[in-house]
């Protein structure tokens, strides 16, 4: 069965480092998406993405964050300088079309010390 | 905005018990409801979805019906096992948006 794959599974890293996390979406999805979740707090929008763009974002994904999908298979996002507060399970999904299921990753867990 | 409120865990249940965890939503207009579960280690899996009012969503032994009337989407079981446990969340999408809206979780562990 088709799964969406993320690496690290766990990365830590110090404050003001870069980090990029990894995904491989489904191969026949067109829409891709990070999410994440601070421990213990809700599972959150960051964005999505399509046709090579960004379609929405929110209000937390802000100039440190971009998006990235430089090969058409993985899609990755990058912190550029990481802060304590970005320590958070983060979840890449992938979905064929709008209103479809979202398939997502097994997510990656961020430590920003 | 729109939002989604599930009850509070962590929740602990012998096994065969009755399941019910509850999840409300605020959204404008008409929007799909889910039930995701995250099992150790994995990623979020569709459990269950409804797009319209009145709409049961199943699988695997739970249910949940989507009521209009009291913006509510409870997950129920009848009769759990211990290979129940993980988090499930509930979740909405409106018609055309692009993004999925999350309550915050509910741990669920079943004792044998």
């Known amino acids: 069965e088709p799964e969406v794959t993320q690496t690290p599974s766990h990365q830590v890293t110090q404050m003001g480092q870069e980090v990029i996390l990894r995904c491989v979406p489904i191969s026949n999805h067109l829409y891709f998406y990070w999410y994440r979740q601070i421990l213990g707090q809700k599972v959150e929008f960051l964005v999505s993405f399509y046709n090579n763009e960004i379609s929405e974002k929110s209000e937390i994904f802000d100039d440190q964050f971009s998006v990235e999908r430089p090969d058409g298979s993985n899609f990755t996002l990058k912190i550029r300088s990481t802060k304590l507060e970005d320590s958070a399970m983060y979840f890449c999904?992938?979905?064929?079309?709008?209103?479809?299921?979202?398939?997502f990753g097994q997510g990656t867990r961020l430590t920003v010390v | 905005g729109d939002s989604v409120t599930q009850m509070e865990g962590p929740v602990t249940l012998s096994e065969e018990a009755f399941l019910t965890i509850n999840c409300t939503y605020t959204a404008t207009g008409y929007p799909s409801l889910f039930w995701y579960v995250q099992y150790p280690g994995e990623g979020l899996q569709l459990l269950l979805k409804a797009t319209k009012a009145d709409d049961k969503g199943s699988n695997k032994g739970f249910e949940a019906t989507y009521r209009k009337e009291t913006t509510s989407f409870h997950l129920e079981k009848g009769s759990v096992q211990v290979s129940d446990s993980a988090v499930y969340f509930c979740a909405l999408n409106r018609q055309g948006a692009q993004k999925l809206v999350f309550g915050q979780g509910t741990r669920l562990t079943i004792n044998p």
């Open positions: 999904a992938s979905v064929t079309e709008l209103n479809t299921e979202a398939f």
